[in-house]
């Protein structure tokens, strides 16, 4: 039986953008992922479509597509931007073949829909996921950015089976929408347990010791399925993992936690 840790790999890993080093060339990705699949990091969450792309080559490089569960959003290239970081794109039919392709695959794993207000817009949304579902060609449908009211308005038979929301020390309301998720035999994913990487040099002490004791916190609390950090280097992938494995963070732990919650948070 294969083990599977809490943690999850995040698609920020192999972009230049939203976190503070540098992008990892791509022999350095390819040891991060080979780092999470021998060591029970199978989920692999790509936001962006230039996310696709990269981890798409490097489990085609690897040849380990079948180890991986890859979870995918609504983000595509857009004309002239194809550089940037773009807003989220309602799921039309034609994009399945546009994200299977990046992902060099012939399925997707988890398909995550950005939540949206527009409550007929995201029906359609549902319906279609429903249809990609049936094909064979997804396996599970997620909410991403999820709220309560997203799920209080979810129609009768939707393919809903998870929720994935930035959780966290600092940001705790995702535990609202957790809660009703759980109440609904939900899948639940936090998203961001540092906020971003920039968040651990204003807390102003050792970054290694910091990151372990927020990631501690967010992986030990009980509504929480699976976390998913962004890691560009291969040596973080033991350490992140070495630190989920010491369990909850401990009194004296707390109290420095809020600490850094009373001067920064």
Same mark, same amino acid.
């Given at each position: 039986m294969r083990v599977s840790s809490k943690l999850g790999l995040g698609g920020h890993s192999y972009m230049q /953008?939203?976190?503070?080093?540098p992008k990892p060339a791509f022999e350095e990705q390819c040891e991060i992922v080979s780092a999470c699949l021998d060591n029970g990091i199978h989920l692999f969450d790509t936001t962006y479509y230039q996310e696709r792309v990269a981890l798409g080559s490097i489990l085609e490089q690897l040849g380990r597509r079948e180890e991986a569960r890859i979870m995918a959003w609504n983000f595509f290239t857009q004309p002239g931007k194809e550089d940037d970081l773009v807003p989220y794109t309602p799921y039309e039919p034609h994009h399945l073949d546009?994200?299977?392709?990046?992902?060099?695959t012939d399925?997707?794993?988890?398909?995550v829909i950005h939540a949206d207000d527009d409550a007929d817009? /995201?029906?359609r949304e549902l319906e279609l996921a429903r249809d990609w579902m049936e094909s064979g060609r997804i396996g599970s449908v997620a909410l991403?950015?999820?709220k309560a009211r997203h799920l209080d308005v979810l129609p009768?038979?939707?393919p809903v089976g998870g929720v994935l929301a930035p959780?966290?020390?600092f940001v705790r309301e995702a535990a609202d929408v957790f809660a009703l998720a759980n109440s609904q035999g939900m899948e639940k994913i936090a998203l961001s347990p540092f906020i971003r990487g920039w968040k651990l040099d204003e807390i102003g002490e050792d970054p290694a010791k910091v990151s372990g004791i927020l990631l501690r916190w967010v992986t030990s609390q009980d509504l929480v399925d699976h976390v998913i950090v962004s890691m560009r280097k291969s040596e973080w992938v033991r350490a992140n993992l070495d630190a989920v494995a010491r369990g909850p963070i401990t009194e004296e732990e707390q109290i420095r936690l809020e600490g850094w919650l009373a001067r920064v948070g």
């Open positions: /953008q939203l976190g503070n080093d546009i994200m299977l392709e990046e992902l060099q399925y997707i794993d988890t398909l817009g /995201q029906r991403g950015m999820a009768e038979g939707h959780y966290n020390a």
